[in-house]
Antibody, heavy 117, light 108 residues
């Protein structure tokens, strides 16, 4: 079954870091870029960045440069995203998604990250 | 602040049509605009890609078009299950993407 399965919900304090995972299955992991998209409560979708599983190179939206890192483990077909210096505005559902061409055709179930003191 | 603009809401009665616009600069609204449908608490779903292409399994009631710097999504023959948020998304080059702010479609 072709799917992306994300890690569970997290609760973090301001200033902490969080590391989310996204495991791909049912297709060749290196064939498709993996992106992260977040959605704050009641807000729209926001593209954060991508990682190319074949070589590990990344690209981030300017807003997240320096505060977000993405890595991958090809042995487990898993992508990780770490967000540092968390603030309350980072409270959101974080989705991983893959691209085929330029379109996001497969999405994970989402991970809720709550930042609260 | 999104580089794409969408109307915050749109509505229509069952059986009618509704069209949602997505406007940006010529570089933001090119040939790689996609539309996503999102129901509350669910992950987004791809409805249209490359402006006009429809993935298999998406009803042909959904169609996309573009004129100048504005892409549009039209839902014909509105059904109750079409009530959702719709987001346009553009590939802007150099491995970068931007989403529009979203449009809430209400079926009256």
């Amino acid at each position: 079954q072709v799917q992306l399965v994300q890690s569970g919900a997290e609760v973090k304090k301001p200033g902490a870091s969080v590391k989310l995972s996204c495991r791909a299955s049912g297709y060749t992991f290196s064939d498709n870029y993996i992106h992260w998209v977040r959605q704050a409560p009641g807000q729209g979708l926001e593209w954060m960045g991508l990682i190319k599983p074949s070589g590990g190179s990344t690209n981030f939206a300017q807003k997240f440069q320096g505060r977000v890192t993405m890595t991958r483990d090809t042995s487990t077909s898993t992508v990780y995203m770490e967000v540092s210096s968390l603030r309350s505005e980072d409270t959101a559902v974080y989705y991983c998604t893959r691209t085929v061409g330029s379109r996001f055709d497969l999405w994970g179930q989402g991970t809720l990250v709550t930042v609260s003191s | 602040q999104s580089a794409l603009t969408q109307p915050p809401s749109a509505s229509g009665s069952p059986g009618q049509s509704v069209t949602i616009s997505c406007t940006g600069t010529s570089s933001d609204v090119g040939g790689y605009v996609a539309w996503y449908q999102q129901h509350p608490g669910k992950a987004p779903k791809l409805m249209i890609y490359e402006v006009t292409r429809r993935p298999s399994g998406v009803p042909d009631r959904f169609s996309g078009s573009k004129s100048g710097n504005t892409a549009s999504l039209t839902v014909s023959g509105l059904q109750a299950e079409d009530e959702a948020d719709y987001y346009c998304c553009s590939y802007t080059g150099s491995d970068s993407y931007v989403f529009g702010p979203g449009t809430k479609v209400t079926v009256l």
